[in-house]
C-alpha cells in the first residue's frame, strides 16, 4: 500500500525541552516522546489524545522505548534508566551501562544494542524492566524493530551488510541479507518495514533504500534536498524530516526514479510549529512530529488511490 502526501500538522501536547527521540508501543495505542534540557516524558494515545506529561531527571535523553502502562526505558548517553510507575509520579533507576542505541518496541519487547556487541532484550517484569543478554553474529551498527522482523546493519567486508531477522531482534539467523553499496558505511541509523528499509545519518542527506520483494534486496545509495533529522518508514514508503522543516514523502515511484544524486519526494509538507522537526514516530496511518521547541504534533499519512 502506497501513500500520496502528509497533512498539514496540527499541535496535540508539548514538553519544555527540544523532542529527541520516541516510540509507539501498538498494543497500548500509545506514543512515548523523551525531551531534554529541561528533560521530560510525553504520553499521547495514537489518536493525539489523551496526553500525559511528566518530568524525568535525566542529564541527555535520547531513546525511549514504552514497554507497558507503568515502565518504560529511556537512553541517556551510553546509559539504559527504567522509568517505573508512569501512572503516578515515575522512579528512574539505572537499568544497564554501555549501551549505543534503543528501539522498539512495536509489542511488549524492547531491544537495546550494547558497545560491547552484545543485544539486550527488555521486557516489562512484575515490577520493574527484565533484561536478557545475548551473543549477536558480527558487530552491529545499527538495529530497528518490526512488528515481526528486526533489521541489522552489521559490519564487516566494504561499507557493511543489511540483514533481516525473524522476530524481535536479531538473535536467530538472518532470512535474507544484501551488501550495502560503497558509500553507506558512514550511516549509523536504520529504520524497516517489510518492503522497505532505509540507512541514514542525521544531519546528513546521504541515504541508503533498500527496497525488498521476498528475499530479494536492492539497495540504492542516494541524496536528499536537505539532511535529514529523523526519518519513518511505513509499508513501502518512507518519510523523512528534514533540516529544512519539510516532511517529504517518498514513495515506490519516486525511490525507482532516485538517482546517485538526488531523491525527489512525491510530495512536501511544512512541519509547521515554532521549531524544527526533531523526531518522527508512525503509529499506522497517524505521523507525530516532535521539534526543538518541544511541540508535539500529530498529521495523517494519505493512501494513495487505489485504481482496479
Known amino acids: 500500500m502506497s501513500y500520496k502526501n502528509v497533512t498539514a500538522p496540527k499541535l496535540v501536547a508539548s514538553l519544555e525541552g527540544a523532542i529527541v527521540g520516541g516510540s509507539f508501543h501498538k498494543k497500548l495505542g500509545s506514543v512515548a516522546l523523551v525531551a531534554h534540557n529541561p528533560s521530560g516524558l510525553a504520553i499521547v494515545g495514537q489518536s493525539g489524545s489523551p496526553a500525559r506529561t511528566l518530568g524525568v531527571s535525566l542529564d541527555e535523553p535520547s531513546d525511549v522505548a514504552l514497554l507497558s502502562r507503568d515502565l518504560a526505558a529511556v537512553r541517556s548517553g551510553s546509559q539504559v534508566w527504567s522509568l517505573v510507575d508512569l501512572a503516578h509520579k515515575p522512579r528512574v533507576d539505572p537499568l544497564m551501562d554501555d549501551v549505543k542505541q534503543l ?44 512488528e515481526v522482523e528486526t533489521y541489522a546493519i552489521v559490519d564487516g567486508d566494504g ?88 516532511l517529504c514523502l517518498y514513495d515506490p515511484a519516486a525511490i525507482d526514479a532516485a538517482t546517485p544524486s538526488r531523491l525527489e519526494p512525491k510530495s512536501t509538507t511544512s512541519a509547521g510549529g515554532s521549531g524544527d522537526p526533531t523526531t518522527l514516530v508512525v503509529a499506522g496511518t497517524t505521523l507525530f512530529v516532535g521539534t526543538s521547541s518541544g511541540e508535539i504534533l500529530t498529521a495523517t499519512i494519505v493512501r494513495a488511490q487505489a485504481f482496479y
Open 159 to 246: 561499507d557493511g551488510e543489511l540483514r533481516v531477522h525473524p522476530g524481535p531482534s536479531p538473535e536467530q539467523g538472518s532470512l535474507t541479507k544484501v551488501a550495502l553499496p560503497l558509500g553507506a558505511k558512514k550511516l549509523d541509523r536504520l529504520r524497516g518495514a517489510r518492503f522497505l528499509q532505509v540507512a541514514w545519518k542525521r544531519g546528513d542527506a546521504t541515504v541508503c533504500v533498500v527496497k525488498r520483494a521476498g528475499n530479494r534486496m536492492e539497495p540504492k545509495l542516494t541524496r536528499l534536498d536537505a539532511p535529514v533529522n529523523d526519518l519513518v518508514v511505513v509499508d513501502d514508503c518512507f518519510v523523512a524530516a528534514t533540516s529544512d522543516g519539510q
Open 103 to 146: 528501539v522498539g518496541p512495536q509489542g511488549d519487547k524492547a531491544l537495546a544494542l550494547g558497545w560491547d556487541n552484545r543485544g539486550h532484550e527488555l521486557a516489562p517484569g512484575k515490577n520493574d524492566i527484565d533484561v536478557r543478554a545475548f551473543p549477536l553474529r558480527g558487530v552491529h551498527r545499527a538495529v530497528d524493530v518490526g
